[in-house]
């Protein structure tokens, strides 16, 4: 029998169920931000909320986050006190009820989920609680930290290395007395401490080399050689609070051979960026390659120009045909004649005919960026000299137009506008946007700015170096002073700082890589002179230099 339906008989389409909430327990590595994988940002992108441990509350790392992700720490509950592994249990399940069906909650854990954590106790709450769940792999502290140290876990003929965790109760590492095997060492700088005492009580010989390794794969990172039989002597000044690794072997020997990180050429600075937030990207990335953190200090605000019909009669001569070059001065100008197109519904096309000079080679990427190749780059000094020295001159029989559109901040010298006017060409010098002092920062940054507790300050425009020295002060004379051209050079020497860095293009990676060389140059000079290797601020005189 064929069952028929009901002409009045509505059809729908089957609600597919929905899939409920899961967690994600995945690795964040042993500090160094660089070292989560791919995986593990794929996850964090997807978030809707991320439970985390004391590494994994780097900012660095929850960039990869929503902006609107739901942030939980793991390692301390409301009142401060430290959460139990089980009470950590429970704060995963419910946060993966929190979120419904098809949420999901990343429980990111410092280094390998499954390397000295509480995965099994979590795992087992999620499936008591009917909540599916992934593991991803991290990066553990107990190989990267002493790879980062420049120490390996295997040398030579080695097969094996043992690893402990030594923070509780216990003498876990008398049994490895006798055993010449790399030891692994992993806890509170404490805890360590009396684990290589009671291994030298059992009878692991004296001579044996020690390496302890502080806040490793950050830029923080300390390491401290000795042998076993003067421990106290290797550990003094040791004022870590996180957990630590120690590694206990004839490898330690290979270091001054193998390090690395703590070898680079900025290891440890702190450098200063006068620029925005936005624009500090590419920088800070450069600095932490070759080993400085960089505290980012906006001076400047780039706001729109207060009347825009300027721009706007500006943008209607470029798509009309007024104008036979269009020359941009700074990245900002790209970005504010972006923006005024695309309010209008304009792109790129409308450039087609033109030509286009960029003022150096950043400038020119961010044209690229919006699909505009320059015709004119300077190829030699990159600034505004530098663009006439290449600028052709006006030519009645060859350019069909005599005119010129700069759109240019406020505050843009003359040195361009007259320059071509005396090649013949007529300029329409427009303000694109304005730049307006930033608010000062706070107390502690200046007190660190003049107290010289920074190694080095980069300067990136004129602008910046008077802004800086508006609301923060004058750099202390034991900062380094690095300078992205002579422009900006001679800026700061009007306002008497001594420049000691000029990179040779003009351009933030140019900088970044001059800065290096110079820390490259203090280190040589220091080895000839037979004295340990100093950070500018370690070398603070107690009275102030004159400029030169």
Same mark, same amino acid.
């Given at each position: 029998?064929?069952?028929?339906?009901?002409?009045?008989?509505?059809?729908?389409?089957?609600?597919?169920?929905?899939?409920?909430?899961?967690?994600?327990? !995945?690795?964040?590595?042993? +500090? %160094? *931000? #660089?070292?989560? /994988?791919?995986?593990?940002? &794929?996850?964090? @992108?997807?978030?809707?909320?991320?439970?985390?441990?004391?590494?994994?509350?780097?900012?660095?790392?929850?960039?990869?986050?929503?902006?609107?992700?739901?942030?939980?720490?793991?390692?301390?509950?409301?009142?401060?006190?430290?959460?139990?592994?089980?009470?950590?249990?429970?704060?995963?399940?419910?946060?993966?009820?929190?979120?419904?069906?098809?949420?999901?909650? !990343?429980?990111?854990?410092? +280094? %390998? *989920? #499954?390397?000295? /954590?509480?995965?099994?106790? &979590?795992?087992? @709450?999620?499936?008591?609680?009917?909540?599916?769940?992934?593991?991803?792999?991290?990066?553990?502290?107990?190989?990267?930290?002493?790879?980062?140290?420049?120490?390996?876990?295997?040398?030579?003929?080695?097969?094996?290395?043992?690893?402990?965790?030594?923070?509780?109760?216990?003498?876990?590492?008398?049994?490895?007395?006798?055993?010449?095997?790399?030891?692994?060492?992993?806890?509170?700088?404490?805890?360590?401490?009396?684990?290589?005492?009671?291994?030298?009580?059992?009878?692991?010989?004296?001579?044996?080399?020690?390496?302890?390794?502080?806040?490793?794969?950050?830029?923080?990172?300390?390491?401290?050689?000795?042998?076993?039989?003067?421990?106290?002597?290797?550990?003094?000044?040791?004022?870590?609070?996180?957990?630590?690794?120690?590694?206990?072997?004839?490898?330690?020997?290979?270091?001054?051979?193998?390090?690395?990180?703590?070898?680079?050429?900025?290891?440890?600075?702190?450098?200063?960026?006068?620029?925005?937030?936005?624009?500090?990207?590419?920088?800070?990335?450069?600095?932490?390659?070759?080993?400085?953190?960089?505290?980012?200090?906006?001076?400047?605000?780039?706001?729109?120009?207060?009347?825009?019909?300027?721009?706007?009669?500006?943008?209607?001569?470029?798509?009309?045909?007024?104008?036979?070059?269009?020359?941009?001065?700074?990245?900002?100008?790209?970005?504010?004649?972006?923006?005024?197109?695309?309010?209008?519904?304009?792109?790129?096309?409308?450039?087609?005919?033109?030509?286009?000079?960029?003022?150096?080679?950043?400038?020119?990427?961010?044209?690229?960026?919006?699909?505009?190749?320059?015709?004119?780059?300077?190829?030699?000094?990159?600034?505004?000299?530098?663009?006439?020295?290449?600028?052709?001159?006006?030519?009645?029989?060859?350019?069909?137009?005599?005119?010129?559109?700069?759109?240019?901040?406020?505050?843009?010298?003359?040195?361009?506008?007259?320059?071509?006017?005396?090649?013949?060409?007529?300029?329409?010098?427009?303000?694109?946007?304005?730049?307006?002092?930033?608010?000062?920062?706070?107390?502690?940054?200046?007190?660190?700015?003049?107290?010289?507790?920074?190694?080095?300050?980069?300067?990136?425009?004129?602008?910046?170096?008077?802004?800086?020295?508006?609301?923060?002060?004058?750099?202390?004379?034991?900062?380094?002073?690095?300078?992205?051209?002579?422009?900006?050079?001679?800026?700061?020497?009007?306002?008497?700082?001594?420049?000691?860095?000029?990179?040779?293009?003009?351009?933030?990676?140019?900088?970044?890589?001059?800065?290096?060389?110079?820390?490259?140059?203090?280190?040589?000079?220091?080895?000839?002179?037979?004295?340990?290797?100093?950070?500018?601020?370690?070398?603070?005189?107690?009275?102030?230099?004159?400029?030169?």
């Amino acid at each position: 029998m064929t069952r028929s339906r009901t002409p009045s008989a509505t059809t729908q389409t089957p609600t597919p169920p929905a899939s409920p909430a899961r967690v994600a327990f !995945v690795g964040a590595g042993p +500090g %160094d *931000p #660089g070292l989560l /994988t791919l995986r593990g940002r &794929e996850l964090l @992108a997807a978030a809707d909320v991320v439970i985390v441990d004391r590494i994994a509350r780097d900012d660095v790392l929850l960039a990869h986050a929503r902006p609107d992700v739901t942030v939980i720490d793991a390692s301390h509950g409301e009142r401060g006190q430290e959460l139990t592994t089980a009470m950590r249990a429970r704060l995963v399940v419910k946060a993966a009820r929190s979120v419904g069906d098809d949420g999901l909650v !990343v429980r990111l854990m410092d +280094g %390998d *989920p #499954g390397t000295f /954590t509480g995965l099994v106790d &979590e795992v087992r @709450a999620c499936r008591r609680a009917g909540i599916s769940f992934d593991v991803v792999p991290g990066v553990s502290a107990v190989s990267a930290v002493p790879t980062y140290a420049g120490v390996p876990l295997t040398a030579r003929l080695d097969r094996a290395f043992h690893v402990v965790q030594v923070d509780g109760p216990g003498n876990p590492v008398a049994r490895y007395a006798d055993d010449p095997t790399t030891l692994v060492l992993l806890g509170s700088p404490d805890a360590i401490r009396d684990a290589l005492h009671a291994l030298l009580k059992a009878g692991r010989d004296t001579a044996t080399p020690v390496v302890l390794t502080e806040t490793g794969t950050t830029v923080a990172q300390q390491s401290r050689t000795g042998v076993l039989g003067d421990i106290d002597r290797a550990f003094r000044g040791s004022t870590a609070i996180h957990p630590s690794v120690a590694v206990v072997s004839a490898n330690v020997e290979l270091r001054d051979e193998l390090s690395w990180f703590e070898t680079k050429p900025l290891f440890g600075w702190r450098v200063l960026v006068p620029r925005t937030q936005a624009q500090a990207g590419p920088m800070i990335e450069r600095l932490a390659s070759y080993g400085a953190t960089a505290d980012v200090v906006p001076t400047i605000s780039v706001e729109p120009p207060r009347t825009p019909q300027q721009m706007e009669r500006a943008v209607r001569g470029l798509v009309t045909g007024r104008y036979e070059w269009v020359g941009f001065t700074s990245v900002n100008a790209v970005r504010a004649v972006r923006e005024r197109f695309e309010e209008l519904g304009l792109d790129a096309r409308a450039f087609a005919g033109l030509k286009v000079a960029a003022v150096g080679g950043v400038t020119a990427a961010a044209l690229q960026d919006w699909g505009i190749k320059p015709d004119l780059v300077p190829s030699g000094e990159q600034s505004a000299a530098g663009l006439l020295a290449d600028w052709p001159a006006y030519d009645d029989l060859l350019d069909p137009i005599n005119r010129v559109l700069l759109p240019r901040a406020d505050i843009a010298t003359e040195t361009l506008v007259a320059g071509l006017r005396a090649m013949g060409w007529e300029v329409d010098d427009v303000t694109a946007y304005r730049t307006v002092r930033a608010a000062p920062p706070a107390p502690e940054i200046r007190d660190a700015i003049k107290g010289g507790e920074y190694d080095a300050v980069v300067f990136t425009s004129s602008s910046t170096v008077r802004n800086l020295v508006g609301i923060a002060g004058k750099p202390h004379p034991a900062t380094v002073v690095a300078c992205i051209g002579p422009a900006t050079a001679k800026t700061a020497r009007e306002q008497g700082l001594r420049v000691d860095v000029l990179a040779p293009e003009a351009s933030a990676a140019s900088l970044v890589d001059a800065l290096a060389g110079h820390g490259i140059g203090l280190a040589l000079a220091a080895a000839e002179a037979g004295h340990p290797v100093q950070r500018p601020r370690d070398k603070r005189p107690t009275t102030r230099r004159r400029a030169r």
